[in-house]
């Protein structure tokens, strides 16, 4: 499997969407450069940063997508979070000591529970830009997978106790035609 541009994410059954468990007050890591909607991270409150190693269970990043550049730019494989597209900000506005947040991301993340839902593109590896092809492995009904390192879902034949873990329960396509799969968190 194949994916032109950035992770995307179609919410097929999402409990957050209904229970509220969205969380967008802390930034990334100042080593995070480019977060994807569909890749996870950890929500590290106590450190008051968005990281791949904090305390906490992984959380989704779903964010807004909005794309102000010109028209050619108009579908979600167009958008991330980078670093690079962040102007300078306040230097008063602080979180737990943390700050200032000149210039920061801060990803709109969200809580997944046993028995979510949703359609991706955004497995096993990082994009750079909305245009380039991400190489994805071959997936199949009953896969199991879970975040590594980087955040993104990647299969895993025997997940640990402690492991979030996603089964692919449909090989599907995105709205614009994309490879994908359906996943359902089962652990």
Partial sequence: MERIGFGQVEPNHLSAQRTAQIYAQLPAKSDIDILENGQYVKYDYAAGVVDFTGAG???????????????????????????????????????????????????????????????????????????????????????????????FLEKKSTPAATDMVWQVVKIYTLADGQDAVKVMRIA
């Fill in 57 to 151: 269970e992984w959380m989704m990043v779903f964010n807004e997508v909005k794309l102000y550049d010109d028209a050619w730019r108009e579908t979600y494989k167009d958008f991330a979070m980078r670093k690079e597209n962040y102007t300078k900000g306040s230097d008063t506005i602080t979180h737990n000591g943390v700050g200032p947040l000149k210039g920061q991301m801060v990803p709109r993340v969200i809580k997944t529970n046993i028995g979510d839902i949703y359609t991706t593109n955004c497995l096993k590896a990082a994009n750079t830009d909305g245009k380039a092809t991400v190489t994805m492995e071959t997936y199949a009904i009953g896969d199991k997978l879970v975040p590594n390192a980087q955040g």
